[in-house]
């Protein structure tokens, strides 16, 4: 039973009922780091809640004509035994709402406890496995499990991990964070998740008037870090040089264009070299790379394990890594099948690609082709042992799993870090007379509701 507890703090409009209060008994979780609740009859999507509370919540996306409303919440009435006081001031919604504010996004499990954390998460993707995937139960290639990663570097605080990070800038020129699903900036003087050369910058002391966006990688390896600014309409060079001044310690800082990934030099360079599983790697700019410091040793030994334990990749195999990035897997196959295999990479972002071509220029039997995945394999069909597909969150898609399907490889390791769209394209394949042969989750963003996959997918007999 739900009732509304307070006075509308805005006048019925197009917001509908955004700022009204409700108390919800709060139900499963949900894919996207929110609880379920009802409210009136209607579907609740609650963030900052753990199943089997009892919270008061304030509506934050709550049009009358709207499916579903989604809402914060701002008192815990009966506590979960699993809630914790939240690590972060800036994230933390009880926090921040008693300030008149929403939280920043990007620590929504950071009011729970490690382990409860891990089992929401199992939830949420055997829940896709089954919705979406059509599986009537837990497939027995997985064990249920969500996997913790890194407790042996952070002592199990989930803190410190991330070598990347996005910040926003506030109205008045100060490093900040949006709020979920929100236009509003608010000003930030850590994050906890970052890594210690993250914050050692002090990036929020900067003046960075002129400035929208501010990016920057610190890789693992304690290489030079690098900061991206990408610059306000107007903002002059002469302005970007200022601010590049002012950035602490030894860290490069590059201007970049989002809308085309062009990278400019203001100091240092315009790359970070990264290593992983006896690699270096040169990502430049934007350029994907794992944000987990354990993260590519971890994705690397899960994918090798799969196809190398099952006899699908060895010396003389012919395999290909789609989506390959800056070439983190392929220089791990090239590895594997030595001089006499052959390895083709493909990539669609062209600075992405240029960066995989450096990285294995030393490698005969790879072929890097900078393309759209399903125009590449179309153009260059073969008979490939296996696939290593590592796509980005929005998955594969209907249309290049059929081209997968009909090219016939012996094995697929599928690298997902989003369990929906995964379990939609299982769904594709199992359609097709494909199996889920292995999986296994692993925790690479701990206190948010992301994590990874590996999945080994065979052709059914």
Partial sequence: ?????????????????????????????????????????????????????????????????????????????????????HFW??????????????????????HMVRARQLSLKSDVLAEQLTRLAGFGEVPPAWTGAVEAVGEDADGGSGLGWRTRASFSV????????????????????EMPLASDAINALQLWDLDLQGIERVEVAAPANGSRPLVL??????????????????????????AFDPMTGHVSQLRGRTWVQESAAGHDYRVTGEGFWQIHCDAPGTLVEA??????????????????????????????????????????????????????????HSAPQVEVVQGRVERVLRQKPRNFDALVLDPPRAGAGKAVVGQLVASRPRAIAYVSCDPASFARDLGYFRRSG??????????????????????LLTPGP
């Fill in 1 to 85: 039973m739900t009732t509304r507890t307070s006075t509308p703090a805005q006048a019925p409009d197009a917001a509908g009922h955004a700022g009204e209060e409700a108390v919800l008994d709060v139900g499963p979780v949900a894919h996207g780091g929110h609880c379920v609740a009802r409210h009136e009859g209607r579907v609740v999507f609650v963030r900052h809640a753990i199943p089997g509370e009892k919270v008061r919540v304030r509506l934050t996306d709550a049009g009358e004509d709207a499916k579903f409303w989604r809402a914060d919440v701002v008192e815990v009435l009966e506590a979960s035994p699993d809630r914790v006081e």
């Fill in 89 to 110: 001031h800036a994230a933390d919604s009880l926090r921040a709402w008693g300030h008149g504010h929403p939280p920043v996004g990007g620590a929504e499990f950071g």
């Fill in 170 to 189: 506030t109205p008045g020129g100060r490093l900040g964070m949006h709020a979920h699903r929100s236009s509003q900036v608010l000003p930030v003087r």
């Fill in 229 to 254: 600014l990408a610059a306000a309409p107007n903002t002059k060079d002469k302005r970007l040089r200022a601010v590049a001044a002012d950035v602490q310690g030894d860290a490069s800082v590059a």
């Fill in 303 to 360: 994918v090798t394990e799969f196809l190398q334990g099952g006899g699908f990749l060895g010396l003389g195999s012919v395999v290909a890594d789609l989506y390959a990035g800056a070439g983190l897997f392929t220089a791990v196959l090239a590895d594997a099948v030595g001089e006499t295999g052959s390895v083709l990479s493909v990539e669609g972002a062209p600075g992405t690609s240029r960066d995989a071509r450096k990285n294995l």
């Fill in 434 to 455: 494909w199996e889920l042969a292995g999986l296994r989750a692993f925790d690479l963003y701990p206190h948010t509701h992301h994590l990874e996959t590996v999945a």
